[in-house]
């Protein structure tokens, strides 16, 4: 079986590197840490570790994050056992390292999106799981492995992080069990709570309120939106917090709000796209353009300018009759 065979690859491998998504979250990194731990404290194994993006001052508490390495710093001829991409819906979205992921003797692709199209040699996909630090917990249990309380930590954040502190749908009674064990071996809800979402910086805050204040609102206020230059950045301190994260669920909060995205300018002709919804499919509208994710929160980059990208965003919105 797919599961086994992942067992026994990790097993055998001496060459093991582990690959986060572009823009990383709380799941993905989670995933990645908490999966090195695993590795780590079952079998004896160090793994690499690569993000493709700036890992979030917020998520650099995560036990093992300080041996994350940026993708640029690894040598591209090197040819790995394996390269295990966690929470990578699709290859492109793992930057640089795809080309580390196409040359390794096996390729894993671990995640819960069901958008994924199952890319890797073996696929452990499971769209009904609330995040991929549930699909690993599940993986662990199976397996008979040693969880401590540093991969606790790891994969009790990313699934915390994922299900909006256990407030959004893909909370189920299975992500609540495993939560459950994760406290019980050493995972302290508050602490990483505290963490997660009450250590921001006074700039991120003001940041954010500033790009609410100037939200668009269309439809009766079904759709809310707002775009992100560049330029905004700058005139806010970025010491490596991710000032957009959170930014969309703040929209989507709104009572009148059935549709919520952020257009981010990457440059003068892409950018990227962060979409939420209370009830809406809104996958299927970042599908149209290369990306995906989940029913209610997906994204994309489109090679398109901020108010070029908003119009194509709204114009696949009204094709799709979601608003």
């Not at 549709?259 to 892409?270: D, G, M, P, Q, Y």
């Amino acid at each position: 079986m797919v599961v086994e065979q992942f067992d026994s690859i990790i097993k055998n491998s001496k060459n093991i590197l582990l690959v986060s998504h572009i823009n990383p979250d709380g799941d993905t990194l989670g995933s990645m840490c908490g999966l090195y731990s695993l590795i780590k404290d079952n079998y004896k194994k160090k793994c690499d570790m690569a993000a493709v993006s700036d890992v979030p001052v917020t998520y650099k508490f995560l036990p093992y994050s300080d041996e994350i390495k940026f993708i640029d710093e690894y040598d591209f001829s090197r040819e790995y056992d394996v390269v295990v991409n966690l929470d990578v819906a699709a290859l492109d979205r793992c930057g640089d390292a795809k080309i580390l992921f196409n040359k390794a003797k096996n390729t894993v692709n671990i995640d819960h999106h069901e958008t994924n199209p199952n890319y890797a040699r073996i696929n452990i996909v499971k769209p009904d799981a609330s995040a991929t630090a549930e699909v690993l917990v599940e993986l662990a249990l199976k397996f008979g492995w040693k969880i401590s309380t540093e991969s606790a930590i790891c994969l009790y954040t990313g699934i915390m992080t994922d299900t909006g502190c256990f407030r959004f749908s893909n909370t189920t009674q299975k992500t609540m069990e495993y939560a459950g064990k994760l406290i019980s071996y050493g995972a302290k809800p508050s602490d990483i709570y505290q963490k997660c979402y009450e250590s921001n910086s006074k700039d991120l805050v003001l940041f954010q309120s500033y790009c609410v204040n100037k939200a668009e609102f269309l439809n009766g206020d079904k759709i809310a939106y707002t775009i992100v230059y560049k330029k905004d950045l700058e005139k806010f301190y970025n010491n490596g917090e991710d000032f957009t994260d959170g930014l969309t669920e703040k929209l989507r909060a709104i009572r009148t709000t059935e549709i919520a995205f952020v257009v981010k300018e990457l440059n003068s002709t892409t950018s990227k796209i962060s979409m939420r919804s209370k009830t809406k499919d809104i996958a299927q509208v970042c599908s149209a353009f290369g990306g995906g994710g989940h029913k209610l929160a997906a994204g994309a980059v489109i090679k398109a300018a901020p108010v070029k990208a908003v119009n194509l965003v709204l114009e696949e919105i009204k094709n799709k009759n979601l608003c």
